[in-house]
């Protein structure tokens, strides 16, 4: 069910790749919390309308997603550590196993769903009924 609480989360996924392995893992490029639509590749930037803060924008970001792919682990997981949002948090994280590097972050997956469940990501769908 989708509601009003749903936001969107823009993903690459490299076409290229999948021929040749025929399972891809899609690269998370926005972070849930800036719920972002209609990507738009430029070159080297993506052009992406977010909902932020009470408003719609288009805003730019290098094409490579919001987290630079010239960091390493070291410096994704520090962003993870200091991250002001749970939503962050997944964002790097997902970026960690897109790179393949989640295997050395002790407890990913209890990491993973523990931001999940502390950004309220838990929360059953509304239901409607009727009488």
């Known amino acids: 069910m989708i509601d009003g609480q749903d936001n969107s989360v823009v993903f690459r996924i490299p ?7 025929g ?4 690269e998370q490029l926005t972070s849930v919390e800036a719920n972002c639509s209609y990507p738009r590749p430029q070159g080297a930037r993506l052009l992406v309308t977010c909902a932020f803060e009470g408003a719609l924008d288009i805003y730019e ?10 960091w390493n ?7 993870h550590q200091t991250a002001r949002t749970y939503h962050e948090r997944i964002l790097l994280l997902n970026a ?4 393949g590097t989640a295997a050395t972050v ?5 990491r993973l769903l ?7 990501d838990s929360r ?8």
């Open 23 to 26: 399972e891809l893992l899609p």
């Open 96 to 99: 960690l196993r897109y790179r």
């Open 73 to 79: 682990e070291k410096l994704v997981w520090n962003a």
């Open 124 to 131: 059953p769908p509304s239901t409607i009924s009727i009488d």
């Open 106 to 110: 002790p407890d990913y997956e209890e």
């Open 114 to 120: 523990s931001d999940h469940l502390l950004a309220d």
């Open 61 to 70: 970001a290098p094409a490579t997603g919001i987290i630079p792919s010239a």
């Open 15 to 21: 076409v290229k790749e999948l021929e040749k392995s």
